[in-house]
Structures are given as structure tokens and as C-alpha cells.
């Protein structure tokens, strides 16, 4: 659990006295790589340069984002029943309707927007992970305010204490599973990142008109915005590959619950 969570400085989900994530979780350190995305897929979309197979892989949409989880889980022998995301078209363009008790799934996914709140943070309560200094920005991210710039390679940048790279200023928003939006604006005593806080409907998935919170920072994101409680909100469906070019992946799994001695 997350206990006595700061306040969000940009106000895409309400504070909260405590937030209570009721799972053990990994969480990759690391951002896809290119080289790590052709194994599944060799034609890499725009916004990826070929002769930088170590930076992150870039115009992901949503659901090809969990088309490469699933492809993951099964090449590491996880089997169908354990999967935390479905099986679904990449040109879906309306609902996506999730697992049953996918948070309780060991199959790989993206992580929840709290489960990042608490990597990002790395045990801390300030506005960056190692401060409140401004001034060292330029040690844990790259910000070039140019779409032309490419990204550099993976963890070259400093980690935080958790030892999470490119958290910001990776040039990548990186999906999460949680919708933002209205259902979020009021202070909350306690919050419980479960299944059903993921969504803004009971539908138990995605629907047209939700947005997703993204972590992360694009390559035009100021740089002083780029704190542990920053969010981005973009919608899942219909990405034009220009608005894809922001987007990649970082990992998540649920770890399996531990029998009682």
C-alpha cells in the first residue's frame, strides 16, 4: 500500500489519504526497446529509426500494445487462463472488454496508473523522485522540444531508488490500464486500485469515450511538468499514426500470491 499519497499537482485523479494497491506487482525498469519489439513484430511502425535498435520502441498503439503483452505471455509459456489482457483486433476501434479479475493474472500488461505512482516515486513524497530541485532534470531525462529529434537509448539517464529508467523525458508517453475523467474529481478518504477502479463505466473495459492516463513525457512536454504525480490523458482508439508516434510500453506483471507457511 501507498499510505498518506501526495496531492496530484496537475489534478487528473483527486488526493487521497490512502491508496491501497491490494497485489504484489513487477514493474519493468525499462522501456521497450525496437530491438525487443521486432522479435514481435519485425516491420516497425513510423516514428522508429532503424539503426537504433536500444531506444524505445514508439507509435504503439493500445491495442497493439496488448497484442505484444499477450504475444510475450505465450512465448514465456504463460498459459491462456492467466492472460491479463485479451486477444484482440489491432484495428478495434469501440469497446475492448477485459479479462475477468485481470489484476490477479500473471500474464504480462500495462501497468496501473498507481502502480506507477509508486515506481515513479520510489519510496518519496516530493515533487521529484530526488527533490524538489528543478535543476536536475537534465540527469534523469532528455527534453529536446523537437519532433525531429530521435530518442536515445534506454536507461542512459540516471534511475530513481526503485532503479526505474526514462520515467520522464524518454520522449514516450507510456500506456497505463487506468481512465481518467470526471468519476476522478472528487478527494477520496481511500482509494482501492482495483479491477474497477481501472474504468469509468461498470461495462468492465474500454469504451469510444474513455481517455487513458499515460506516464511518461512526450517529445514537446515541458520539462518542469514532468513530476512523479505527472499524467497525460489520451483517448485509446482511432490513433493516427502521427498521434501513435508518442506512444510505447512499459511492462507490468502481477506477481502470484504466496501460500501461507
Not at 499514426?241 to 507490468?252: F, V
Amino acid at each position: 500500500p501507498a499510505n498518506s499519497a501526495p496531492p496530484i499537482a496537475n489534478g487528473a485523479l483527486p488526493w487521497a489519504s490512502e491508496v491501497i494497491i491490494p497485489r504484489a506487482f513487477a514493474i519493468a525498469t525499462q522501456l521497450v526497446t525496437q530491438k525487443e519489439y521486432r522479435r514481435f513484430r519485425p516491420d516497425l511502425p513510423p516514428g522508429n529509426e532503424a539503426d537504433l535498435p536500444d531506444a524505445p520502441v514508439r507509435g504503439i498503439s493500445f491495442p497493439e500494445a496488448m497484442a505484444y503483452c499477450r504475444w510475450l505471455s505465450a512465448r514465456e509459456g504463460i498459459p491462456e487462463d492467466q492472460m491479463a489482457v485479451p486477444a484482440i483486433s489491432e484495428a478495434v476501434d469501440t469497446m475492448i472488454a477485459m479479462p475477468e479479475l485481470f489484476l490477479h493474472k500473471i500474464g504480462y500488461r500495462f501497468p496501473t496508473d498507481w502502480e506507477c505512482e509508486y515506481a515513479w516515486r520510489g519510496g518519496t513524497t516530493s515533487r521529484w523522485h530526488w527533490g524538489e530541485n528543478g535543476g536536475h532534470l537534465g540527469r534523469y531525462g532528455v527534453y529536446p522540444n523537437d519532433t525531429r529529434t530521435p530518442p536515445r537509448a534506454v536507461a542512459m539517464m540516471r534511475p530513481n531508488h526503485f532503479g526505474m529508467f526514462d520515467m520522464a523525458g524518454a520522449n514516450t508517453w507510456q500506456w497505463s490500464l487506468t481512465t481518467g475523467g470526471p468519476r476522478l474529481v472528487e478527494a477520496r478518504a481511500e482509494i482501492r486500485d482495483d479491477e474497477s477502479w481501472q474504468f469509468s463505466g461498470l461495462g468492465g473495459g474500454y469504451a469510444t469515450g474513455d481517455r487513458l492516463l499515460m506516464r511518461g513525457t512526450s517529445m514537446l512536454s515541458f520539462p518542469d511538468l514532468s513530476t512523479s504525480s505527472y499524467r497525460g490523458i489520451i483517448t485509446p482508439f482511432r490513433q493516427s499514426d502521427q498521434s501513435k508516434l508518442y506512444y510505447g510500453i512499459r511492462l507490468a506483471r502481477t506477481l502470484p500470491a504466496t501460500k501461507p507457511h
